[in-house]
């Protein structure tokens, strides 16, 4: 089956932009399945604070002991809320991109290339933030929306798995 790689981003986007989980596509005896995230009906199932959270979150600083005990309440170290600043509440106007797809990042055309993104960049819808290279194919993954760059998550080269964060855009104009 010959893909059309103009139609395949654009059913990348569609999954994104309408939080859709899986889309299948069939012609005739070919068939395309897209599946993304960890937002399935596992997650939704789990319920709990956790069931949005991205496929890789980030470990904080405000998770228990690895011994798996935890303080008594107000003791020194105690995650407790009388002892311990509460996190800061998410920013709202952060969006995180996400891989599509299984593959190798690359933050430039080519080797010694300038960088498609800093960090403090001004990006719009169509903005080409990175590379994913799957199958000796070049996907170049576009910003969906106008802000400025604030973390790359990822480094050059590195593998990276569908649904991780790749880098973070701060939405406004």
């Keep these: 089956m010959k893909v059309d790689l103009v139609q395949l981003k654009s059913l990348m986007r569609a999954l994104r932009r309408y939080d859709l989980t899986e889309l299948e596509l069939q012609q005739g005896s070919s068939r395309i399945v897209l599946r993304r995230g960890a937002r399935g009906a596992s997650a939704d199932a789990a319920g709990g604070p956790g069931a949005a959270e991205p496929a890789f979150p980030i ?32 920013d709202p106007l952060l969006v ?45 993954i576009e910003c969906e929306h106008e802000g400025t760059v604030a973390e790359v998550l990822v480094e050059n080269g590195r593998p990276v798995e569908f649904g991780q964060p790749l880098l973070r855009v701060r939405r406004g104009g």
């Design 59 to 90: 470990q904080t600083g405000d998770r228990q002991s690895s011994s798996g005990l935890s303080a008594p309440p107000g003791a020194p170290g105690s995650n407790s809320a009388a002892t311990a600043p509460a996190a800061p509440a998410p």
């Design 96 to 140: 995180t991109v996400t891989s599509p797809l299984v593959g190798t990042f690359y933050r430039a055309s080519a080797p010694g290339a300038r960088p498609f993104v800093e960090v403090g960049a001004t990006v719009r819808p169509g903005t080409v933030l990175c590379i994913i290279e799957a199958m000796k194919l070049m996907n170049e």
